[in-house]
Every structure is written in C-alpha cells, then in structure tokens.
C-alpha cells in the first residue's frame, strides 16, 4: 500500500444547537460521526450522497476550517490540528478549494487578475508583482482563458468562465490537493462536460489529487477512481467507482443508483424503490438508514451494522451486505 497524500481517521463532528428551555442541556447535531478514508496522490476519491448528509461539513474540515469534535486529519503524515499556526499556514499552499457557486465564490468588485492572485499573498508567495503576473497568466492560459481575462471583472464572463476562473484560482498555489465542493452543480449540462474534462486534464498534466464531492452520481461516475456514499454523517459504502456502480451493496446505494436517469428511453429499467424523503423516527443503537429501509428487520433497528469489507477494497455498512 502505497502512502496516502490525505488520510482521515475517525473523524467526528458535533454542532451545539440552540437551547428550547432556559435550564435545559444543549441539544447537540453530529454532522460526521466516525468518517475514515485515505486518497493517495494522483488519484480522485468521490463523496456522494443527499443535501444535508455532511459532505461540506466534511471539505471544511479537511481543509483545517473547521475544528472536529474527534479524529484526526492527515496531509502526508502531518495532522492538520497538531500543528502550530505558521505550519498550518504554510501548508495551506498544498490544499485548495473550488467552490460550489462560481458566482458568490469571486467577489465583484475586484478584477481576475487579483481574485486569483490572492491564494498567492495569503501564503507568502509571488512577492515579486512580475511574478504573480506570470503566474496568473499561466494558471488562465491552463484552464482555457486568454490572457486579457485578468483586466476584466467576474461579471464580464459566463457561468463556465467563472468556475474556470476559480479553478485557475486553485490552480496558483501548485497545490497537491484539491477538494472540489460540488464544483459543476450551478452549470448547465454542456458546461458541466467542460468543467469536467478541464478538471481530468489538468490532473493528468500537474498529478493532481482530488477530493470531489457531489449528489450527482453520474457526475462522480466520469471523474473519480473511488467513491463513499455518505448518509447521515456516515460512510456506509466505500470502493473502487466501477465495482460500487456494478455491484452496489448497501440499500441505500442502490436506492441512490436507481434513481439515475437514463438517455435511452426504450430500454427497460429497474424502478427505483421509494424512500421515504427523511427519517421521521430515531432508532437509538440501530442502523440510521432503518427507517427509510424497504429491507430492514428487527435486528436493523436495535444493532447498528459496522462498516466492513465484502469484496477486495469494497466495504459496507449493511448487516445483510
């Protein structure tokens, strides 16, 4: 097993909500509740699942803006919450973000050129302004854009073009990492194809690393090597992308997986069963999904199923798996 540029290791996150009496205890919501996962360098690891399920909370913490309540968080061996601040902010330059909406992710009233040169004054480097003008010329020049793009303002251009803006902002820093946040939801179909193929090149070109999360199944199908499907809080499926679109274990992948539209409308498809929209019950020690389940019996809802493997680097959080 080869090093992993980013390894996750029980990672547990809780919100204190609001208090509904004056004397009583703060409720608390647990947003990630035990998530583990490694991605080595030069490879994308996908995180699916509904709105709601943690997948942000999850970025935010990886990227060290955000606190976990337990677990730890790794960049080529480094724990991200154990290092000092000057060593957190030097190696921020190896961890970038593209965000979900290209247009409330640039700010309007500053031009290309400084909105991606930005990454570059916040981690000390390109002091030389000669220097970050080249760089940014060369960051465009990667994803597309022509070189005139840093004179003008992010209203000037289309949903596409800003999302290529923002990757280019990604891009300055030459970091190891990228987690991309729903990066292709706000664009239109034939945008999204772009933003994808631009986003596999540039891989293939710098030995990017991804961490690409989305709802959008068929979007994680095209770009990433691995896949965990997240459901409240928690991974409850994890493998290789071929063998969890082929053979998905977990009912609720499978649920996640029929739901896909298909182009072809002659051919015959398997319906996809109907889940409930959200848990209305709390089953206390049991498997979270049981309430939505077409397939839960008594010990789903009293024995809560553990995450183990059901093929070579397949895993599965279903007792019937």
């Known amino acids: 097993m080869t090093e992993a540029l980013l390894e996750v290791r029980d990672l547990v996150r809780d919100y204190v909500l609001p208090r509904r009496r004056l004397f009583a205890a703060a409720p608390r919501l647990r947003a990630l509740d035990g998530v583990s996962f490694r991605i080595e360098a030069g490879r994308s690891f996908g995180i699916v699942g509904e709105s ?40 921020r330059r190896h961890l970038q973000i593209i965000f979900q909406d290209p247009y409330g992710s640039l700010d309007p009233r500053q031009r290309v050129s400084r909105i991606i040169a930005e990454p570059l004054s916040m981690t000390a480097q390109g002091k030389n302004r000669s220097e970050r003008r080249s760089r940014v010329a060369e960051v465009l020049d990667a994803v597309g854009l022509p070189a005139n793009a840093a004179a003008k303002y992010p209203h ?5 073009q800003r ?30 194809a772009q933003v994808l193929n631009l986003m596999s090149d540039l891989q293939e070109r710098l030995g990017l690393t991804y961490l690409f999360i989305s709802h959008d199944l068929s979007v994680v199908r095209c770009v990433t090597d691995d896949v965990a499907v997240m459901y409240l809080g928690r991974i409850v499926e994890q493998g290789p992308t071929p ?11 499978q649920a996640l997986l029929a739901a896909i539209p298909r182009p072809d409308p002659g051919r015959r498809h398997r319906r996809a069963p109907v889940l409930p929209t959200s848990a209305v019950e709390t089953i206390a020690g049991g498997c979270p999904f049981a309430p939505r389940c077409p397939r839960a019996e008594a010990r789903c809802r009293s024995e809560a199923p553990l995450l183990r493997p059901v093929e070579a680097d397949h895993t599965a959080a279903c007792h019937f798996a």
């Open 52 to 91: 709601g399920c943690g997948k942000s909370t999850l970025a935010r913490t990886v990227l060290a803006l955000e606190r976990p309540s337990a677990g730890s968080v790794r960049v080529r061996g480094q724990d991200l919450f154990a290092l000092k601040a000057r060593d957190l902010r030097a190696l």
């Open 243 to 253: 063998r969890i679109f082929a053979t998905p274990r977990h009912p609720y992948t």
């Open 156 to 160: 000037e251009f289309s949903g596409g």
């Open 163 to 192: 999302q290529r803006i923002a990757i280019a902002r990604a891009l300055i820093t030459h970091p190891d990492l990228i987690v991309a946040d729903e990066p292709v939801s706000a664009l239109d179909v034939s945008v999204q």
